[in-house]
């Protein structure tokens, strides 16, 4: 019902206040969801790099439907920088968690993904998504960055650096004699 009358009246605000705090307490459909409404900008601005939080946090419970959404993130980069090899592993994650009922879909969308990725691609996607959970390839596999948060983070470092290393340089004294002589 709550749903049914956010979209009537295009105000999300109540489902996003139900949501995030049961996200934060790690319910995997309330993170799905959350993604969804991010990336879709219901009742809202559209925030893809808040969606992608969600999606990744979703994708720690090993969820399918998360690690479905996160492969075409990867492919098209525009929240993190393109990677297809992380691509092909979320589809392959997807397909190793997906139900019976999803399980069609998931290995129609990775034969695509065998007929246009090169053997490359495949084979590095495929190593990652066996080691995917294991701990030497933590760092290696889990979701990075949101593209807009790594740039931010550089820039704030870069930021820091400049003001470490400018030289304030004492401003010429001029008498009041000269400042008025120059009008």
């Known amino acids: 019902r709550a749903l049914s009358d956010a979209v009537r009246s295009d105000n999300f605000k109540p489902i996003l206040d139900d949501l995030t705090p049961k996200a934060e307490k790690g319910d995997v459909i309330a993170q799905l969801a959350l ?4 990336m879709l900008g219901q009742g809202m601005k559209a925030d893809p790099n808040e969606a992608f939080k969600w999606y ?8 399918a439907i998360a690690f479905y959404k996160l492969g075409p993130i990867y492919c098209e980069g525009e929240i993190v920088v393109p990677d297809l090899a992380r691509c092909y592993m979320y589809f392959l994650l997807s ?3 997906a139900d019976a009922d999803s399980l069609p ?25 066996e080691n995917y959970g294991s701990k030497a390839a933590d760092d ?7 593209l807009l948060e790594g740039l931010k983070e550089k820039l704030m470092q870069k930021k820091e650096e400049e003001i470490e290393n400018e030289v304030v340089q004492p401003k010429e004294q001029t008498s009041a004699d000269d400042f008025f002589a120059d009008m």
């Not at 993604?35 to 991010?38: A, I, K, P, R």
């Not at 990744?56 to 969820?63: I, L």
């Open 140 to 146: 290696e596999t889990k979701p990075k960055k949101g």
């Open 95 to 97: 397909k190793k968690f």
């Open 35 to 38: 993604g969804d409404l991010y």
């Open 105 to 129: 879909a998931v290995e129609e969308t990775i034969k695509m993904l065998d007929d246009n990725f090169g053997q490359d691609i495949r084979a590095e996607g495929t190593k990652l998504a």
């Open 56 to 63: 990744s946090k979703a994708a720690e419970s090993n969820n």
